[in-house]
């Protein structure tokens, strides 16, 4: 018998103060049965950091050739592939050809992301930001996250603030160029 997705409903009060995006978000998530919740929560997290319209999570780990995020034009045209963890680097130079934009969102060993990007020798690579999280935060916010579950992230000069269950945690967002 296979295993099926298991939907997570998020309620985020999203406050982007870098950007000016101000929203209430509802997200449903389907996390796929081998996907660790870290990931899933980074699938989220580069969701909310991006956010803007033509925005959409997609299938994460089950999604084939599809990034984590991706944004379309009206048209239809996607316009930013967005990457989360440790992806190929094949994949980044298709997602930065495809769409002219890439970003990689990762609580990985930053480095090791960095040399292997670099060890593919892309072209335009340097224009494809990592943006790394403390595993430690991803971690601890990560087994909090229920089926249904409120939080409230803010973000002002690369600082992240996110409340959940009553508990407040606060990471810095390095951005990283291969």
């Not at 939907?7 to 929203?23: G, Q, S």
């Not at 956010?51 to 239809?76: F, H, K, M, S």
Request: aromatic share 8%; net charge negative.
């Amino acid at each position: 018998m296979a295993l099926t997705a298991t939907i997570y409903n998020l309620n985020i009060d999203l406050a982007d103060i870098d950007r000016a995006v101000y929203e209430r978000l509802e997200i449903r998530v389907a996390r796929h049965p081998s996907e660790t919740m870290e990931y899933m929560f980074m699938r989220v997290l580069a969701y909310c950091l991006e956010y803007g319209d033509g925005i959409e999570l997609t299938q994460g780990v089950a999604a084939g050739n599809e990034p984590a995020v991706v944004i379309r034009d009206l048209t239809g045209r996607v316009t930013a592939w967005i990457e989360v963890g440790m992806p190929d680097a094949e994949r980044v130079h298709r997602g930065l050809k495809h769409a002219g934009r890439a970003a990689v969102y990762t609580h990985r060993d930053v480095q090791k992301v960095l040399a292997q990007l670099a060890a593919a020798k892309i072209n335009r690579l340097s224009a494809v930001p990592v943006y790394e999280f403390d595993r430690t935060f991803v971690d601890e916010v990560g087994i909090l996250i229920e089926r249904p579950s409120t939080l409230s992230i803010s973000i002002t000069e690369g600082e992240l603030y996110l409340e959940i269950g009553g508990r407040t945690f606060t990471t810095t967002v390095m951005e990283h160029r291969p």
